[in-house]
């Protein structure tokens, strides 16, 4: 609380001592607190904006050190300020650094930021006016209702998505493309679905003009299109707003998240805590490099230079007590204020580095999340890899924690599309015991992809052999060479119609694997309906179509008024397909929830209790009872069985090109229903699938997938 005595006044602003705890901007009836920490600081301004775009500030209140400094936090408490207004802090060492002091930076704590940051001005060095500023935003009230949902691991269905990409094309129809509201719009598309669970792209503001690359194509700047670029942790992306109000993003993103509960939905975040936008020593002072550049980030003592686990050029000193702290106040306010229901950690192997870049065993990051009393229920998923060789995929210290499983990914991918094996499929369709099996986990730790943000889309990862990233202005360099794909015989786009039938199955056989695999299934937004990047697998910077939602490859249609200029329409025949997938996509989707078998909490024992028919899994090449692991074919067949018999699962995979005659296990009194066949759509999701009491062998054409319920 702010003292009675006035200490000073500046520009018609009174100035009172203040409290020191909590960090960031307070809001009372007749002003605002202020309070940053900072421990490299001898001197310390707070500038005060009239408006976001202002050069020079309308005051500027220097904060004395006897007056305003309680150990290492500065803070003040300025009468007559609103929410809306806009500030930024000036931070001064006790030997003035002119790369690091005297500039506009950012409240790590900032609620909201206004402002567009653009690179192509790093030129000025003394003030950088053109940086953003932060703006006072009034705290919201906490969610009462978190636990509402209920859903758990067995039936959760992930969905990957860019918030802006979802509806930023014309073919959306919503009022507000791109936008935080104009997602709303689409909620419908998702219940549709069955999609339980949104995961969002960054949408913590980040600067979209960073890129000064130039695409060689089109002659347009590129941008920072996803946002793993975070400036700001704790406000949400201004541009995806519709208002105009200063901090109206905060309002319109707590909406969206009502909305999704609403409708049943959880809404995970995806997070980058491995690096944030001021890049190198080289890069744009934004906010922690003039703070305490020492503290935020895992700097080389001897030269100074930012240690780069993250491939972006700096390295968030995850571990470091002060980092540690903010953190949590990070995810809280993210779980608190705005009643998100969990994260996806970005490159989470740097959350378990030491301060000098070791992993260690017992990451206090790591275990501090998995305890905190406001985080420990929500959801907690790690990307366990870096970009300097950690992989913990399987191993990541928080056994709490799932885990993007690139292993899954990897392997379902090589068994369709290129050399996998009956060994590797079946391992990873069972649940990837051979990775959280020995730390005591379960199934449900694995989060299952096939595609996802990064990398090519499931159209294009059976259309391409080679990634096409030309647009990108790197020359092709960039993104990933080793993709597991396939393109069956011709690259790109085709109007074979032998090869687009082809193509059309094979992607049916890897959704059909991802959704009747043990784990959680993550669909990246797009493939339901099977959207194509022209085989662009990093689409960073593509602000444009290319990264979009196309509708009408989901509503099945090609109007010509929602063509964009210089961008090719979808063909006729991908909306066709477009149509086709995604109606296999809703019953796959529906038949996966409906089934108790596909979502274990814990893996198989391959044993039958006494009075069982059959072990609760038991797998067969051609024939039942009979497994060569070592055969060069990719047949198998794998029998799910409730063990008080009453009933189960037959699951056939044929990879190869041959046609192969499946003989059934037999299972006296009950019938085979056949469910779906993926070799042809005639047999897919049958209304009233047909009930064969003596059925004793199955053909199927391959590649395809079969799944027969017995009841």
Same mark, same amino acid.
């Given at each position: 609380?702010?003292?009675?005595?006035?200490?000073?006044?500046?520009?018609?602003?009174?100035?009172?001592?203040?409290?020191?705890?909590?960090?960031?901007?307070?809001?009372?009836?007749?002003?605002?607190?202020?309070?940053?920490?900072?421990?490299?600081?001898?001197?310390?301004?707070?500038?005060?904006?009239?408006?976001?775009?202002?050069?020079?500030?309308?005051?500027?209140?220097?904060?004395?050190?006897?007056?305003?400094?309680?150990?290492?936090?500065?803070?003040?408490?300025?009468?007559?300020?609103?929410?809306?207004?806009?500030?930024?802090?000036?931070?001064?060492?006790?030997?003035?650094?002119?790369?690091?002091?005297?500039?506009?930076?950012?409240?790590?704590?900032?609620?909201?930021?206004?402002?567009?940051?653009?690179?192509?001005?790093?030129?000025?060095?003394?003030?950088?006016?053109?940086?953003?500023?932060?703006?006072?935003?009034?705290?919201?009230?906490?969610?009462?209702?978190?636990?509402?949902?209920?859903?758990?691991?067995?039936?959760?269905?992930?969905?990957?998505?860019?918030?802006?990409?979802?509806?930023?094309?014309?073919?959306?129809?919503?009022?507000?493309?791109?936008?935080?509201?104009?997602?709303?719009?689409?909620?419908?598309?998702?219940?549709?679905?069955?999609?339980?669970?949104?995961? @969002?792209?960054? !949408?913590?503001?980040?600067?979209?003009?960073? +890129?000064?690359?130039? #695409? =060689?194509?089109?002659? &347009? *700047?590129?941008?920072?299109?996803?946002?793993?670029?975070?400036?700001?942790?704790?406000?949400?992306?201004?541009?995806?707003?519709?208002?105009?109000?200063?901090?109206?993003?905060?309002?319109?993103?707590?909406?969206?998240?009502?909305?999704?509960?609403?409708?049943?939905?959880?809404?995970?975040?995806?997070?980058?805590?491995?690096?944030?936008?001021?890049?190198?020593?080289?890069?744009?002072?934004?906010?922690?490099?003039?703070?305490?550049?020492?503290?935020?980030?895992?700097?080389?003592?001897?030269?100074?230079?930012?240690?780069?686990?993250?491939?972006?050029?700096?390295?968030?000193?995850?571990?470091?007590?002060?980092?540690?702290?903010?953190?949590?106040?990070?995810?809280?306010?993210?779980?608190?204020?705005?009643?998100?229901?969990?994260?996806?950690?970005? @490159?989470?192997? !740097?959350?378990?580095?030491?301060?000098?870049? +070791?992993?260690?065993? #017992? =990451?206090?990051?790591? &275990? *501090?999340?998995?305890?905190?009393?406001?985080?420990?229920?929500?959801?907690?998923?790690?990307?366990?890899?870096?970009?300097?060789?950690?992989?913990?995929?399987?191993?990541?210290?928080?056994?709490?924690?799932?885990?993007?499983?690139?292993?899954?990914?990897?392997?379902?991918?090589?068994?369709?599309?290129?050399?996998?094996?009956?060994?590797?499929?079946?391992?990873?369709?069972?649940?990837?015991?051979?990775?959280?099996?020995?730390?005591?986990?379960?199934?449900?730790?694995?989060?299952?992809?096939?595609?996802?943000?990064?990398?090519?889309?499931?159209?294009?990862?059976?259309?391409?052999?080679?990634?096409?990233?030309?647009?990108?202005?790197?020359?092709?360099?960039?993104?990933?060479?080793?993709?597991?794909?396939?393109?069956?015989?011709?690259?790109?786009?085709?109007?074979?119609?032998?090869?687009?039938?082809?193509?059309?199955?094979?992607?049916? #056989?890897?959704?059909?694997?991802?959704?009747?695999?043990?784990?959680?299934?993550?669909?990246?937004?797009?493939?339901?309906?099977?959207?194509?990047?022209?085989?662009?697998?990093?689409?960073?910077?593509?602000?444009?179509?290319?990264?979009?939602?196309?509708?009408?490859?989901?509503?099945?249609?090609?109007?010509?008024?929602?063509?964009?200029?210089?961008?090719?329409?979808?063909?006729?025949?991908?909306?066709?397909?477009?149509?086709?997938?995604?109606?296999?996509?809703?019953?796959?989707?529906?038949?996966?929830?409906?089934?108790?078998?596909?979502?274990?909490?814990?893996?198989?024992?391959?044993?039958?209790?006494?009075?069982?028919?059959?072990?609760?899994?038991?797998?067969?090449?051609?024939?039942?009872?009979?497994?060569?692991?070592?055969?060069?074919?990719?047949?198998?067949?794998?029998?799910?069985?409730?063990?008080?018999?009453?009933?189960?699962?037959?699951?056939?995979?044929?990879?190869?090109?041959?046609?192969?005659?499946?003989?059934?296990?037999?299972?006296?009194?009950?019938?085979?229903?056949?469910?779906?066949?993926?070799?042809?759509?005639?047999?897919?999701?049958?209304?009233?699938?047909?009930?064969?009491?003596?059925?004793?062998?199955?053909?199927?054409?391959?590649?395809?997938?079969?799944?027969?319920?017995?009841?």
């Amino acid at each position: 609380m702010r003292a009675n005595k006035i200490i000073k006044q500046v520009n018609g602003y009174d100035v009172y001592q203040a409290s020191p705890l909590p960090l960031g901007t307070v809001v009372e009836s007749s002003g605002v607190r202020f309070s940053l920490f900072s421990r490299r600081a001898s001197k310390i301004v707070i500038c005060i904006f009239e408006k976001a775009d202002d050069l020079e500030p309308a005051a500027q209140i220097q904060l004395e050190p006897d007056k305003f400094r309680f150990g290492d936090i500065w803070s003040v408490f300025i009468a007559g300020l609103q929410p809306g207004s806009f500030y930024a802090w000036v931070v001064e060492g006790e030997k003035f650094d002119p790369e690091r002091d005297g500039k506009y930076i950012l409240d790590p704590y900032a609620k909201a930021v206004a402002g567009v940051f653009d690179f192509t001005n790093l030129g000025e060095k003394e003030k950088l006016p053109e940086a953003p500023k932060s703006v006072v935003v009034k705290s919201i009230a906490p969610r009462a209702h978190l636990s509402d949902l209920q859903i758990s691991d067995g039936e959760r269905i992930i969905y990957e998505v860019h918030l802006k990409g979802f509806t930023a094309h014309p073919s959306s129809q919503v009022k507000s493309p791109g936008t935080y509201k104009g997602f709303i719009e689409k909620i419908d598309h998702l219940k549709e679905l069955g999609v339980t669970t949104v995961e @969002l792209l960054p !949408i913590q503001a980040f600067p979209e003009n960073e +890129n000064v690359n130039i #695409n =060689p194509e089109t002659g &347009e *700047r590129l941008k920072n299109y996803w946002g793993y670029s975070t400036m700001s942790f704790m406000s949400p992306h201004n541009l995806y707003a519709r208002g105009e109000k200063p901090g109206c993003e905060v309002e319109e993103f707590r909406e969206l998240v009502d909305k999704l509960h609403e409708a049943g939905m959880e809404v995970i975040l995806d997070i980058v805590f491995n690096h944030t936008a001021e890049g190198s020593e080289t890069g744009p002072v934004l906010s922690f490099k003039s703070i305490d550049e020492d503290i935020y980030y895992i700097r080389d003592p001897k030269t100074g230079k930012h240690r780069n686990y993250s491939g972006c050029g700096n390295t968030f000193n995850c571990n470091h007590p002060i980092v540690r702290d903010y953190i949590l106040d990070v995810l809280h306010f993210w779980v608190i204020e705005m009643g998100v229901d969990g994260f996806r950690f970005d @490159l989470a192997s !740097i959350l378990g580095r030491d301060q000098e870049g +070791n992993l260690m065993d #017992n =990451p206090p990051l790591v &275990e *501090r999340i998995t305890n905190d009393p406001i985080l420990r229920k929500v959801k907690l998923i790690a990307e366990a890899w870096d970009a300097s060789g950690a992989y913990q995929v399987g191993s990541f210290p928080g056994t709490s924690w799932a885990e993007w499983n690139g292993r899954y990914r990897d392997e379902v991918r090589r068994f369709w599309l290129q050399d996998g094996n009956i060994s590797q499929l079946a391992t990873r369709i069972s649940g990837s015991e051979d990775l959280y099996g020995p730390s005591n986990r379960s199934p449900r730790h694995s989060v299952n992809f096939i595609t996802c943000h990064d990398g090519f889309t499931l159209r294009d990862l059976v259309s391409y052999n080679q990634k096409h990233n030309y647009q990108n202005g790197e020359n092709n360099r960039d993104g990933e060479n080793n993709n597991c794909s396939n393109n069956h015989g011709f690259e790109g786009s085709v109007t074979n119609l032998t090869i687009r039938t082809l193509r059309l199955v094979q992607m049916k #056989n890897l959704l059909a694997t991802l959704f009747l695999s043990q784990g959680v299934p993550m669909l990246f937004a797009g493939d339901e309906a099977g959207k194509t990047k022209t085989g662009n697998n990093n689409t960073y910077c593509q602000d444009n179509p290319l990264s979009w939602l196309d509708w009408r490859i989901v509503h099945g249609n090609s109007q010509p008024e929602f063509q964009v200029r210089g961008y090719a329409d979808p063909e006729k025949k991908d909306i066709e397909e477009g149509k086709e997938l995604l109606s296999f996509v809703k019953k796959i989707i529906a038949f996966r929830q409906g089934c108790d078998l596909l979502k274990r909490c814990s893996f198989f024992k391959g044993e039958k209790e006494e009075g069982a028919l059959f072990p609760d899994i038991s797998w067969q090449n051609e024939i039942p009872g009979k497994i060569n692991w070592n055969t060069d074919k990719k047949i198998l067949g794998v029998l799910l069985w409730r063990q008080d018999n009453s009933g189960g699962l037959m699951l056939l995979f044929n990879g190869g090109f041959e046609q192969t005659e499946f003989f059934l296990p037999e299972i006296g009194e009950k019938n085979y229903s056949l469910v779906f066949d993926t070799s042809s759509p005639q047999v897919s999701f049958q209304d009233k699938p047909a009930r064969e009491k003596t059925q004793t062998t199955f053909i199927l054409q391959g590649p395809a997938v079969a799944a027969l319920e017995i009841s």
